[in-house]
């Protein structure tokens, strides 16, 4: 169970002719083979309630508040949980953003009365040849470096630009915790009851995946071959959305 890091692993090892079934367990939701991993409505839901707390204290308060979500390479956290919540802008690692154009939104934005709420993914990057932010040089057991700190960088940014006083609040690990939502409960008991399937048939080098409604089996390479990302179609769509 796990996303890109732990089943490209699991396909490597099925290569090697070990006996192995893949069930994508993630929060980023950014592999290719399936329309939802479990654990990403969990961690939408969670951020889309931090979200909706900090419309009051950013009222209340008229300042803008930059919340940083996880996202290394792909945004759906921050573009699922910024629509929920209602936020102003968002900004994901795929579409490299113009801090200028942030910049003019925030005032817009007070211009209606109304504070802003900027939601930016861990792995956001500004386009102005910018790169990602990094808590520290140090590597996981994969190979990536931590990521972090763009919230702040850009709060700072916005406040120096703007004169609007702003702040960043980082939700971390708090996105990877705590009870499931219903949609991932009855996705991975799913996604188990198949990979069991699975087993009991021998049709090893498989992974679970959801097309639609339906759970169908697809050659771990399939699933893992390369990143879901966040199309530019899509983030053009959620533009309207934001104005």
């Known amino acids: 169970m796990g996303g890109e890091d732990t089943?490209?692993?699991?396909t490597k090892l099925a290569d090697l002719g070990v006996n192995v079934v893949g069930v994508p367990k993630t929060i980023d939701n950014d592999l290719s083979g399936t329309d939802f991993t479990f654990g990403f409505d969990t961690a939408v839901n969670i951020?889309?309630?931090a979200i909706d707390r900090l419309h009051t204290t950013a009222e209340s308060h008229h300042r803008v508040l930059v919340v940083e979500v996880m996202g290394r390479h792909a945004g759906w956290i921050a573009l699922h949980s910024g629509i929920a919540g209602g936020a102003s802008m968002v900004l994901i690692p795929e579409q490299p953003f113009d801090i200028e154009d942030v910049c003019a939104r925030v005032e817009t934005r007070f211009q209606s009365k109304y504070a802003p709420i900027i939601?930016?993914?861990e792995g956001a990057v500004p386009?102005?040849?910018?790169?990602?932010?990094?808590v520290s040089?140090?590597?996981d057991a994969f190979g990536h470096v931590r990521l972090g700190g763009i919230g702040d960088r850009l709060a700072s940014e916005i406040e120096a630009r703007t004169g609007a006083e702003a702040r960043a609040v980082v939700l971390g690990h708090i996105q990877r915790g705590g009870t499931p939502t219903a949609f991932d409960r009855w996705l991975a008991t799913r996604?188990?009851?198949?990979?069991?399937d699975a087993v009991a048939e021998g049709?090893?080098?498989?992974?679970?995946?959801?097309?639609?409604?339906?759970?169908e089996r697809l050659?771990?390479?399939?699933?893992?071959?390369?990143l879901k990302l966040v199309s530019p179609e899509e983030y053009a769509e959620a533009q309207v959305f934001f104005g």
Do not use: N, P
């Open 137 to 139: 040089g140090e590597k």
């Open 191 to 196: 996604f188990g009851l198949q990979a069991i």
């Open 7 to 10: 089943l490209g692993v699991a």
């Open 127 to 134: 386009r102005e040849g910018g790169e990602m932010t990094l």
């Open 119 to 121: 939601v930016v993914s």
């Open 219 to 226: 050659k771990l390479i399939e699933g893992t071959g390369e």
């Open 203 to 215: 049709d090893f080098g498989t992974m679970m995946a959801l097309r639609g409604t339906k759970i």
């Open 47 to 49: 951020a889309t309630e």
